[in-house]
């Protein structure tokens, strides 16, 4: 199954990829333009040193002579220790410096200086050339000054600022992406603060979701209103229809079954009185399974929106074992009530609890013989606890765990109609409100012994 992706997780690996573009944006463009800066200032100092040279330029005796200034050189000697080198050139000839000096760019026009990157002596120079006309002659001599100086000290300052901004840009980029997280986070603060007032509602409550969203969850929270209210009529609905289908199966079965016994006993021979019993058997399981099977489907329904209503338990008791009384007196069986005087308070669903003790009970005059004795018990303590033991057939060595769980009977019950959702529906009421349902041994021997377990709520 593919693991769902994180909206947080998105929104900060992009905000965080932004923050690394522009990074690298800000170390790239700081690098060019101080690195233009840097090459634009050594430009600037050769070309004043190759000018201060060039006016140093005489014309004596219709020669061109030149006292080299001290200071013409002394400027570019401050920057790393680069070497220096001059050369000045009249009328193509070399007057004084270096005479492999390279020029490849010489300058067209006066104080028009030229600059270009070289190769001299194994070291990559930079070379700023003046031309200077000196009126040696009837028409003046042009001369061509030019200074060079190699690029070490332009390549440390280029690593120093790249060094620098690249420092900057990774702190530029562990703020932006902090501040990533945190915008992150604050962007989908509003879907966690709905996310919360959702997930803090019981199961029953389906009304519509008025948390404050921002104007993009609008949707989202209008889809989700209009879920929970179809969700809410068609759980409405299927209420209804459980409560009709108990009531339209449970009617008929009960008429045929009344009709069957009433042509038993008309009939005369063996054969159409086995016919009529088998088929008053089959209207009696038919029967219990479709009521139990009825009652499982409104526990399950009415446990995901389990009422808290305030019960009186010993009022609940006596209200079931007066329905059950006309089938207990029909096998000739005393329902013992062994109840406190005063009431037992309880807040709870009290449809379930009576599916429950109705099942319980139920199950408990099914399986006693004639003429026996059912103890109906509540104890109250740390605990609620509502017994009910027979003297029945017990659970027959079974595994007592197995018979919660749903269509499983005893061993020793298969000539007693049943359909083995008695016992389930009791431990799904019981486990709804918290509780749990414990299978035992009567205590007064042959029997079994049912307690539903219930915590204070």
């Known amino acids: ?29 700081v690098r060019g333009v101080a690195s233009q800066a840097a090459e634009g200032t050594q ?6 040193s190759a000018t201060a040279i060039a006016d140093s330029l005489t014309s004596e005796d219709g020669e061109v002579t030149l006292e080299l200034p001290y200071s013409a050189l002394s400027m570019l000697g401050t920057i790393n220790e680069d070497r220096v080198f001059y050369r000045v050139m009249v009328q193509g000839e070399t007057l004084t410096g270096y005479t492999d000096l390279p020029v490849t760019r010489s300058p067209r026009r006066l104080d028009t200086p030229t600059f ?18 000196v009126a040696n002659t009837a028409t003046g001599s ?20 790249t060094i620098t901004a690249t420092g900057v840009g990774l702190l530029f980029f562990l703020l932006a992406t902090t501040l990533s997280l945190l915008a992150a986070n604050s962007a989908l603060r509003p ?18 979701v008025t948390a404050e969203a921002p104007k993009e969850l609008v949707p989202l929270v209008d889809a989700l209103n209009s879920f929970m209210g179809r969700l809410r ?17 449970r009617t008929p079965l009960a008429t045929v079954r009344t009709q069957a016994e009433v042509t038993h006993r008309k009939l005369n021979k063996p054969e159409h009185k086995k016919a009529i019993r088998d088929m008053i058997r089959a209207i009696d399981e038919s029967s219990r399974s479709a009521g139990q099977i009825l009652d499982h489907a409104m526990v399950t329904f009415r446990a995901d929106s389990l009422a808290l209503d305030p019960l009186d338990l010993i009022a609940l008791i006596n209200e079931t074992c007066d329905r059950l009384a006309p089938t207990a007196d029909l096998k000739d069986i005393a329902l013992l009530r062994e109840l406190p005087d005063s009431s037992v308070p309880f807040n ?41 033991a027979d003297q029945g057939r017990g659970f027959g060595g079974m595994d007592l765990k197995d018979l919660t769980t749903r269509y499983s009977r005893g061993t020793n019950v298969g000539d007693v109609v049943g359909s083995g959702l008695g016992l389930t529906i009791a431990d799904e009421v019981a486990r709804a409100h918290g509780g749990r349902l414990e299978l035992s041994q009567s205590k007064e021997g042959q029997g079994a012994c049912v307690s539903l377990i219930l915590p204070y709520v």
């Open 116 to 133: 270009s990157t070289e190769m001299y002596r194994g070291d990559e120079v930079r070379v700023a050339s003046v031309l200077r006309r």
């Open 43 to 48: 430009d600037d100092i050769l070309a004043a």
């Open 191 to 208: 879907l966690r603060r709905m996310t919360g007032a959702v997930t803090r509602r019981g199961p029953s409550d389906l009304r519509p």
């Open 348 to 388: 709870g669903d009290g449809i379930m609890l009576q599916a429950a003790l109705h099942n319980i009970l139920d199950n408990a005059i099914k399986y006693s013989p004639e003429d026996s004795d059912i103890a109906v018990r509540i104890a109250s303590g740390a605990e609620l606890r509502v017994s009910i």
């Open 233 to 249: 009529a068609s759980l409405s609905r299927t209420e209804d229809l459980i409560s009709e289908a108990a009531h339209r199966v």
């Open 142 to 161: 042009e001369v061509v000054v030019s200074v060079a100086q190699t690029r070490s000290g332009l390549a440390a300052i280029s690593r120093s600022i």
């Open 1 to 29: 199954m593919k693991q769902p992706t994180s909206i947080r997780k998105r929104l900060f690996y992009q905000l965080a990829a932004v923050a690394a573009v522009l990074s690298l944006a800000f170390v790239l463009v």
